[in-house]
């Protein structure tokens, strides 16, 4: 729990939290978690949360020209530092929330697996078929993969068979759909569709941790908001978030 957050919730508790909707801004691969944890939030509170989901570069860009976002959840640290750099978190709420990994994932229920390594062929693997994934320069799920293919020594080979996408589930469903054969998505993206299989997961080492931060916005933390970050860290929310694939522990 940030310790920072804790304190602005006790010396807010005093004044009476009024009932109010709450836009909370979060990266694609968020929605099925915070559609349910949305649910039971309004369940047990006065509020109402108005959710917007997107790639983080979008999201970030629609804060930066005055989108009404209260809360914003990135799936990478560089989107959440554009911002901080002008001026538009408040940033003793900032905190990572949570953890995830990127994993290959074939179309269908039961591909086989692929041995991730240096000496794959995934061009000869892929023939004429495409490999999906988000955008490679301005996505976090896209930039990743990237990384993890250049590690790999991978990316050269595949560059002219990837298909690119707005965010994560968009690269999710044309492998789900068959319109691409293999795609990089998160892992918490693949546990939400069964119609693909995971046919391998990039080691830690092959791209930098994935890490999702969060923070009110600018002139934002408010009790309102306070509570809702708040119920974020909580041990109930957590639940959830593990349930859909992932980790509270950067060790994870």
Same mark, same amino acid.
């Given at each position: 729990?940030?310790?920072?957050?804790?304190?602005?919730?006790?010396?807010?508790?005093?004044?009476?939290?009024?009932?109010?909707?709450?836009?909370?801004?979060?990266?694609?691969?968020?929605?099925? *978690?915070?559609? +349910?944890?949305?649910? #039971?939030?309004?369940?047990?509170?006065?509020?109402?949360?108005?959710? &917007?989901?997107?790639?983080?570069?979008?999201?970030?860009?629609?804060? +930066?020209?005055? %989108?009404?976002?209260?809360?914003?959840?990135?799936?990478?640290?560089?989107?959440?530092?554009?911002?901080?750099? $002008?001026?538009?978190?408040?940033?003793?709420?900032?905190? @990572?929330?949570?953890?995830?990994?990127?994993?290959?994932?074939?179309?269908? *229920? +039961?591909?086989?697996?692929?041995?991730?390594?240096?000496?794959?062929?995934?061009?000869?693997?892929?023939?004429?078929?495409?490999?999906?994934?988000?955008?490679?320069?301005?996505?976090?799920? =896209?930039?990743? =993969?990237? &990384?993890?293919? /250049?590690?790999? =020594?991978?990316? /050269? $080979?595949?560059?002219?068979? @990837?298909? $690119?996408?707005?965010?994560?589930? %968009?690269?999710?469903?044309?492998? &789900?759909?068959?319109?691409?054969?293999?795609?990089?998505?998160?892992?918490?993206? *693949?546990?939400?569709?069964?119609?693909?299989? @995971?046919?391998?997961?990039?080691?830690?080492?092959?791209?930098?941790?994935?890490?999702?931060?969060?923070?009110?916005?600018?002139?934002? *933390?408010?009790?309102?908001?306070? $509570?809702?970050?708040?119920?974020?860290?909580?041990? +109930?929310?957590? /639940?959830?978030?593990? #349930?859909? =694939?992932?980790?509270?522990? @950067?060790?994870?």
């Amino acid at each position: 729990m940030n310790m920072r957050l804790l304190a602005l919730s006790f010396a807010l508790l005093a004044t009476p939290l009024r009932a109010d909707d709450i836009t909370i801004f979060a990266a694609a691969s968020l929605k099925n *978690a915070m559609d +349910e944890i949305a649910l #039971r939030f309004e369940s047990e509170t006065d509020h109402s949360l108005i959710t &917007s989901f997107a790639g983080s570069s979008v999201l970030a860009l629609q804060i +930066e020209h005055g %989108a009404p976002a209260d809360i914003f959840i990135s799936a990478n640290q560089n989107w959440m530092d554009y911002l901080k750099k $002008q001026d538009l978190i408040a940033n003793e709420t900032r905190s @990572v929330l949570l953890t995830n990994r990127i994993v290959l994932v074939a179309h269908g *229920a +039961e591909a086989e697996h692929v041995d991730l390594s240096p000496d794959l062929d995934l061009s000869a693997l892929l023939g004429t078929n495409r490999l999906s994934m988000a955008l490679v320069n301005a996505v976090p799920v =896209g930039m990743y =993969g990237k &990384s993890a293919l /250049e590690y790999l =020594g991978l990316w /050269e $080979q595949i560059k002219p068979q @990837v298909v $690119q996408t707005d965010n994560a589930r %968009a690269a999710l469903a044309l492998v &789900s759909l068959g319109e691409a054969q293999f795609g990089i998505v998160y892992a918490t993206d *693949a546990i939400a569709d069964p119609g693909v299989t @995971v046919a391998a997961t990039f080691s830690k080492e092959s791209h930098q941790p994935i890490l999702y931060p969060v923070a009110a916005m600018a002139g934002r *933390a408010n009790p309102d908001t306070l $509570q809702l970050l708040t119920y974020l860290h909580s041990n +109930e929310a957590g /639940e959830i978030f593990k #349930r859909h =694939g992932f980790s509270q522990s @950067v060790e994870d």
